[in-house]
């Protein structure tokens, strides 16, 4: 006997069955394709699926032709590494490393020349004479002399030689006590243009007599050192607490070498002059000592050893008066010799009508 078949409508499926196997199907697939990634990695073996229905059974093997379904991901994981590796790849080139800028190379400067005064045409018109010691400071003394009485004899002599030119002052005309700060300050408020000191000085014995110049700085000769503490042991008008200001004086570079200058050419007038009477002077030469007597002086400012009372023959000719007179007259030479190379430089040059028409301006005048 034949069965009729069945109605077709026995193998239709619903709407939501068919979005349940759609759905079962996708997980199998990911589910699959995990564990055969697991094992390709050698992780984990691929185990068989296990059935999501009410009946335990085995779950069919994913099939091979699955794993096309992770090519485009493999593909482009693949793609991105090939990208990285490649040796060829044109980056854009690095910007170029600026060199380093060269080191400046040091240099140190000399140190600045000292400022030649000739650059200022200046020319001397005032200057104070300082005969040293005086009152109770004697200074040095023998054959009956002292140096304050000679020193005092001396400048009198030199004030009446340069008064025909210059305006002259002394910082005492008689014997008194003048302290030794105050002697620069008559000058400094006089507003002189040169200080001169004038001094007779004390060998040692076996030393024939001699001539020699100060101008203010260090030194570091005993008998020098030992010449400037006499001559400073009369500076009753400072303390211990001028003594930066003193030390700062001695160091000071303003006027050390237009005193050099000044220095240099009363010298060379002392000895030419001196040594006709008297043919066995020493020249003893310029130096430099920390004079107090000097230290506060606000221009060109020396002090001149005219000549020595340790001399039996030199205390001879100190009483003739043309020996004094002979002392008093060199130093008028090298203070007009200096003052000269400052007035020559304060003239005008020859053959410039423009400026040699101009009347000259005498010097003496105040």
Known sequence: MLLAPRSASVFQVTPSERRRVDRQLRLDLIEAAVRENEAELGRTAPEPARSRGPRRRPRRRFPPWSLLLLAPV?????????????????FPPDPPVEAAPPEPEVRFTQP????????????????????????????????????????LDIAGRLHELLADRY??????????????????????????????????NWLPRNQTCGVETYYLGPTDDPELAALAERENAEAHGYSLADLRRLLDGVYAQAMQDESRTLADAVQAALFERLRTSNPGLRNRGVKSAPFVVLIDAQMPAILAEVSCLSDADEIERLHEDDYLQSIAEALDDGIRNYADSHLRSSRPPAGDPALSSAPAESPGEP
């Not at 994981?77 to 090939?82: D, H, N, P, V």
């Open 74 to 90: 493999a593909a482009a994981a693949g793609l991105g590494y090939l990208e990285l590796k490649r040796p060829d790849v044109d």
């Open 112 to 151: 600045p020349e000292s400022l030649d005064l000739d650059v200022f045409p200046l020319p001397i018109r005032k200057i104070v004479l300082d005969p040293g010691h005086g009152g109770s400071a004697t200074g040095t003394t023998g054959g009956g002399l002292t140096e304050k009485d000679l020193a």
């Open 167 to 200: 305006r002259v002052a002394m910082t005492r005309e008689a014997d008194i006590d003048v302290e030794l700060d105050r002697r620069s300050a008559i000058a400094n408020r006089a507003e002189a243009d040169l200080f001169v000191s004038i001094h007779v």
